[in-house]
């Protein structure tokens, strides 16, 4: 009998595509006196990609903030009469 044929999830097809870069590329020649000179030059490239998958955003909640440990909040100024009293 006929079976239902499973179909592609819908959305963004994976196969190549041409993408067009801006790339930094060097460039070798020789001048006048036949040393060789590298420039460097951004040019246009078409590159054959397949196209990254489109990111999805978690909506969870964040993480907490650590809490800090160490030392503890400072004391008050003892006053001066503390020092001579016994121990």
Avoid: C, H, W
């Avoid at 490239?45 to 909040?73: H, L, Q, Y």
Wanted: hydrophobic share 20%; no cysteine; proline share 14%.
């Amino acid at each position: 009998m006929d079976e239902p044929q499973a179909e592609d999830e819908p959305g963004p097809s994976r196969a190549p595509t041409r993408i067009r870069e801006l790339r930094t590329v060097q460039e070798t020649t020789r001048d006048d006196e036949g040393f060789l000179v590298t420039t460097t030059t951004k040019k246009m490239v078409e590159t054959d990609k397949i196209a990254p998958p489109p990111t999805k955003k978690k909506a969870g909640n964040p993480p907490p903030p650590a809490s800090k440990k160490g030392k503890a909040a400072p004391k008050q100024q003892s006053t001066l009469t503390d020092y001579f009293k016994k121990k």
